[in-house]
């Protein structure tokens, strides 16, 4: 008897412009990719009960949802937290993964998974980030990044800095060293964050919020001098590992 292949819903929505890369990715490490309108999902009452019963995997693409009008991802946000009902860090204890790129992160971060006192802010330069950087995998907390070594991968964001309240920062960095929640940090930041973070994790690991796109490095030949070595053509990018890390992390379970 073949193996059930784990299902991942995609958001797509206004303003959301990455969610077939995201689908891509996913499928390519095994998943069941279902792409769904988040205003058809709050229509059709599909609360958390019906996302943790149907899917093992939750994607949120990048892009600039329902163009950031209030904050970076807070409409989307309040969508999904009063609309839907959804409690990300409950579906993560139950098993879920969830994985937030670009817009994606910044969704997560209004939604509080990662704590209260954090927010996004532009970039320092006052500049968009459209390059590809590398970026540093910290500690074992996270499934999506086990067995990652440094990263390049492109990021393109104008609203990438994280910075924490003023009142709280010694606290909040405490909090997250002692609970490896600072899980991906840049080599060179484009945006100022704090501590050079690039992505961030909940306490168990399987929430990943991160600014650089993995889904747009799934296969070698996206990489800009992927010519230079014309061998590697039909090799993976190192984005993938993060998809099939979810994929064998889940896989379990419905074996």
């Not at 997560?108 to 590809?132: C, I, M, P, T, Y």
Request: net charge neutral.
């Amino acid at each position: 008897m073949s193996q059930q292949k784990p299902k991942v819903l995609i958001l797509t929505g206004d303003g959301l412009t990455g969610e077939h890369e995201l689908a891509e990715a996913f499928s390519m490490a095994g998943f069941e990719p279902h792409l769904r309108p988040v205003n058809d999902l709050v229509a059709a009452h599909f609360g958390m009960d019906r996302l943790v019963g149907e899917y093992q995997a939750l994607g949120i693409p990048g892009g600039s949802s329902f163009g950031d009008f209030i904050a970076s991802g807070r409409i989307l946000a309040l969508k999904m937290e009063m609309g839907l009902g959804w409690d990300l860090n409950r579906f993560a204890e139950r098993g879920g993964m969830v994985l937030g790129v670009g817009n994606g992160f910044q969704v997560l971060l209004a939604l509080e998974v990662f704590g209260k006192d954090l927010s996004f802010s532009e970039n320092l330069s006052g500049r968009s980030a459209h390059q590809w950087l590398k970026v540093h995998p910290q500690g074992g907390r996270s499934p999506w990044l086990r067995g990652a070594g440094t990263l390049e991968l492109p990021v393109r964001h104008r609203t990438g800095r994280i910075v924490f309240a003023a009142n709280r920062r010694v606290e909040i960095l405490t909090k997250m060293e002692r609970q490896g929640m600072m899980c991906l940090r840049y080599e060179n930041d484009p945006s100022g964050s704090e501590n050079a973070i690039a992505g961030l994790c909940d306490p168990t690991g399987r929430i990943l919020g991160m600014m650089p796109h993995p889904e747009l490095f799934t296969r070698w030949t996206s990489y800009p001098e992927w010519t230079l070595s014309p061998g590697r053509a039909s090799s993976p990018g190192q984005g993938l590992l993060l998809f099939e890390n979810a994929y064998h992390e889940v896989a379990r379970g419905l074996s």
